[in-house]
């Protein structure tokens, strides 16, 4: 074959898969093809080696797309959660969980309480940036903000069609549920989305104050009781009632490495006397060192 004719062969490809939307090939074919010639690859091996590299761009572009508009936190994953500061929580049954098998599809539910700085966000972050990267589509967004767009789209009357639209994610995680002020009308709105999305869509909620303290975000008692009994039906509840791993941070920063312990222990005791007795055989004469 003459090189105008393959000039006018690769034009043609360069032509078709930009048609065919396959840009991964287009960028990938000619370095595959020489490669075929070379080592004589039979055409299906070459077809199929084209395709798979076309299939997993495709799969890259996907999760970077996904990841964009979940929205979550940086840095909040499962390598850097300090389980051994929550050991209440099994690291197995986390892993599991970031699969999405099993609960996903059943609209299943994961709560999160305990206190300000227990890791409930990183946690909740943690499994939304897994869930992506396999392929499940989340939300990451604190509750007041969400509730805030749900408010303003009930005034323009388009609050289902919102909500609708939050059906694409497999998981919507409301963050700080606590930080919802007490009023109707926004409790109203978060109440139909839990409503809406029950048995159907998942949510991971993370909240300051257990169950028997919801009646300080829904203002009334029946709809306290019926959000709660829809959020538990199927539902995993973590319950991290930890010392705040920021405050904990915060004093250990403060302390600096060097800075002794604040009560004495034998291991400082003992640390202290050895050093006393080098810094005294180093104070010795001379002459008694030669001896």
């Known amino acids: 074959m003459?090189?105008?004719?393959?000039?006018?062969?690769?034009?043609?490809?360069?032509l078709l898969l930009n048609e065919l939307r396959l840009p991964a090939i287009k960028q990938v074919w000619p370095d595959f093809a020489a490669r075929a010639d070379k080592e004589a690859w039979p055409a299906a091996r070459l077809l199929a080696t084209l395709a798979e590299h076309e299939v997993a761009e495709r799969d890259r572009r996907r999760i970077e797309r996904h990841l964009l508009e979940a929205r979550l936190p940086p840095g909040k994953t499962i390598a850097t959660f300090t389980f051994e500061a929550v050991p209440m929580i099994s690291k197995a049954q986390i892993l599991a969980l970031c699969s999405g098998d099993g609960w996903l599809?059943?609209?299943?539910?994961?709560?999160?309480?305990g206190p300000p700085g227990g890791g409930k966000s990183h946690l909740a972050a943690a499994i939304g940036l897994a869930l992506v990267e396999n392929g499940w589509r989340v939300l990451f967004t604190r509750t007041s903000d969400l509730v805030q767009k749900l408010q303003i789209a009930r005034r323009e009357l388009a609050l289902?069609?919102?909500i609708a639209k939050l059906d694409k994610f497999h998981l919507l995680i409301l963050d700080d549920l606590a930080y919802v002020t007490k009023d109707q009308a926004e409790t109203s709105v978060l109440f139909e989305l839990i409503s809406a999305r029950y048995e159907r869509r998942s949510l991971m909620i993370t909240a300051n104050q257990p169950f028997g303290e919801w009646g300080k975000v829904f203002p009334d008692p029946a709809m306290t009781l019926a959000a709660v009994d829809r959020l538990v039906h199927h539902a995993t509840i973590f319950e991290m009632n930890v010392e705040s791993y920021r405050r904990k941070t915060a004093i250990q920063r403060r302390a600096g490495p060097g800075r002794p312990p604040t009560r004495a222990t034998i291991n400082e005791n003992i640390r202290l006397?050895?050093?006393?007795n080098q810094v005294a055989e180093t104070r010795l004469p001379a002459s008694n060192q030669s001896d």
């Not at 599809?105 to 309480?113: K, S, V």
């Not at 006397?273 to 006393?276: A, K, P, R």
């Open 273 to 276: 006397s050895l050093h006393d």
């Open 160 to 162: 289902e069609a919102t």
């Open 105 to 113: 599809e059943t609209g299943a539910n994961l709560l999160a309480f």
């Open 2 to 14: 003459s090189e105008t004719a393959r000039t006018v062969d690769a034009q043609r490809l360069t």
